[in-house]
């Protein structure tokens, strides 16, 4: 099969999962494979493939939880945030731990709470001790919205991730690597 590798790379990773679109008749990421072998990439075909299936199924799996997350008016983003206050023994958190803790720049936190501190899910404040420090704190119908985002996410999301037990607890070990050589921890 002589598939252009270009095109075939962008319709990849520009696809977008629809619950009424027909399945290929093939793998077209193993297609790639194929064809990154052929052109003289043996050695780079399996990496691609790995990374390439990665990214799909990215797109895949946040589109289901944003899918879930929708009706409820929440991105994943933000429910990050508000799981992460969620999860504090307060309540609140500084804004500069919450970046770290999602390892993401400030700046996408910022906008985060900024969305959320708007729908009056959390407050901001100074911190009392470091005037240059803001906190983070969840509301009650923060918590409630998290609470119910949860619910929702477990049910349609997390009990149901279309993969077995061992290839969840294997998939997990091959990620925790990846993001443990990559310096995540």
Known sequence: MDVNVTLLYAVLMTAEPREDAKRLAFDPIDAARAQWAHNGWA??????????SLM??????????EATLRPLGVTFARYEV????????????????IASRL?????????????L????????????DDRRAVIVALTRGGRELAERATAALN???????????????????????LRSTAGDF
């Open 155 to 177: 049910a349609e999301v997390f009990e149901r991730p279309d993969l077995t037990d061992a290839d969840l607890r294997d998939l997990f070990e091959v990620l925790s690597r």
């Open 43 to 52: 050695e780079a075909a399996d990496g691609m493939a790995v990374i390439t």
């Open 117 to 128: 501190e708007d729908a009056g899910l959390v407050t901001r404040s100074t911190h009392p």
């Open 56 to 65: 799909r199924a990215h797109q895949i799996v946040l589109a289901r939880v």
């Open 103 to 115: 390892q993401v720049h400030p700046t996408s936190v910022t906008n985060a709470v900024d969305r």
């Open 82 to 97: 508000l799981m992460l206050l969620w999860f504090s023994s307060r309540g609140t958190l500084p804004m500069k731990v």
